[in-house]
């Protein structure tokens, strides 16, 4: 029966973590070295738990371990284990990345939908406008006298009822049937439901 080989020590030691923290502080690359070694493993796992995208966790992940080289010393043995500060820089960092996903999707879903509204057309506007006021003269010739004068003075003028009585020398009464049977048949000959 073959035994492996191990290149570099027995893979069953571990490595005192917090000494190498030092030595990281320091500038020591083959200190960061097998650091990385020691914590790459559960630095991914717990990065893919939270954002679970293997691509995006291994970019988190190098993040991550680039941060415990370049603050080494923010790391203090007094708060907690090397293992437990690397995994949280790591936990943070793939929340960060997550919330900055949903971020990007939520912006990239509102400009797709500004996108999509229907541009004003100035042009179509007018010609509708236009159409518009030329149907409303139309019916309005359709009208009897009283009836087309009394909806130009209340509509056109702003007049009151009590005023276009007045101004027609008219009763109250007969200008507010002759407005109601004059925009039943205005409602008719434009076609508009109510």
Not at 16 to 21: H, K, T
Not at 39 to 64: D, M
Not at 135 to 147: I, K, N, P, S, W
Not at 156 to 184: F, N
Request: hydrophobic share 40%; aromatic share 6%.
């Amino acid at each position: 029966m073959r035994q492996a080989v191990f290149i570099g020590g027995n893979p069953d030691e571990k490595p005192d973590l917090a000494a190498l923290m030092k030595q990281i502080a320091d500038g020591d690359e083959q200190a960061f070295g097998r650091l990385y070694d020691a914590v790459a493993g559960p630095v991914f796992g717990i990065v893919k738990a939270v954002v679970r995208n293997a691509a995006q966790s291994e970019e988190v992940t190098q993040e991550v371990l680039l941060e415990v080289w370049r603050h080494a010393t923010a790391y203090r043995p007094e708060r907690g284990s090397v293992m437990n500060w690397v995994l949280t820089v790591a936990h943070r960092r793939a929340v960060d990345r997550v919330r900055s996903v949903m971020a990007s999707a939520a912006r990239e879903e509102r400009v797709a939908r500004r996108e999509h509204l229907p541009e004003f057309d100035v042009t179509e506007a007018e010609v509708e406008a236009r159409q518009e006021r030329e149907d409303v003269l139309r019916c309005l010739g359709t009208l009897t006298e009283l009836q087309r004068e009394s909806i130009t003075l209340a509509y056109y003028q702003g007049l009151t009822y009590r005023e276009v009585a007045e101004r027609l020398s008219t009763s109250l009464g007969t200008v507010k049937t002759r407005m109601r049977d004059g925009l039943i048949r205005l409602r008719d000959c434009l076609g508009v439901t109510a």
